[in-house]
């Protein structure tokens, strides 16, 4: 049973329509730190920029910067590979009386857990960023009055742009932007994932550690159990919130409320 909590990863899908003739952006996909994640799926059309006729061209190859996290309460760092958010730490919460490093809520080492957001095409055709895109970056410094802009160019029409910001507290919004230059529209899903490496811990006080949302009005606990037993569990709700929590500290992803969300949670096996 041990093996089977292990590599539970979970995504949040958005679905919406997208005026035609205009650009358009996401500008309520927020992660939560202590919150931290983001983003969910939103499904769209994204169509033509009406005032620009050519067709962008490929730009120019960037390497991988790190992006300093500096916030009141947050410490880590972002890189502009794949743009996956895995090393945030609490600034003012040791592990313990005894051990002077600060808390860890998102890490690339085992058992991994991170978030990320990225696009979906049923289009074969189109290119989209992946986990070893390098985007652009307008400053490799992220703190409460210094936000950060990422872009991505595919080469073919379309331009991808994340607009990162903290506050002094915990809280981490992603803006997701698409611009089309190109001359046809284009289909796009936008997905997040909360991805987690999952190891057993002492829970003798009986408190719920897990995947959890606020869904269609009511607080739900999907177990670790469950989700390894069923491998995939869907839900449906308008708003809300989802996330993962452990003894004392909760990664959540608080998306617009006005939108309807499609959630899946799913076991990866190894």
Known sequence: MEEDKRNIMIFFVVS???MIGYPYFFDNNKI??????QNANEKANVSTVSSVAKVASPAPQVKAENIKIESPNLLGTISSRGVKID???????KKSIN??????????????YFAQTGWLSSDPNVILPDENSCWKVNSTRLSE?????????NGNGLLF???????????????????????????LESITIIGREFESSDNSMNFYEGPLGYINGKLEEIKYEDIAKQREIRHK??????????????????????????????????
């Not at 939560?32 to 994640?37: F, G, S």
């Not at 051990?99 to 991994?112: A, G, Q, R, T, V």
């Not at 910001?165 to 698409?178: A, C, E, Q």
């Not at 989802?242 to 799913?266: M, S």
């Open 87 to 93: 090393n945030i730490h609490l600034k003012k919460y």
């Open 145 to 153: 009055d210094s936000p950060v802009i990422l872009t991505w160019d």
């Open 237 to 270: 709700t308008q708003g809300g919130w989802f996330g993962i929590t452990d003894k004392y500290w909760l990664t959540a992803f608080i998306p617009n409320q006005k939108l309807d969300y499609n959630l899946v949670y799913r076991h990866m096996l190894e």
């Open 99 to 112: 051990d002077n490093k600060n808390i860890e809520i998102l890490k690339n080492s085992h058992p991994s």
């Open 16 to 18: 919406m329509l997208i």
């Open 32 to 37: 939560l730190e202590q919150t931290v994640v």
């Open 161 to 187: 742009e994340k607009r990162i910001s903290v506050d002094k507290d915990f809280l981490v919004t992603i803006v997701d932007v698409v611009k089309n230059y190109g001359a046809h529209n284009v289909s």
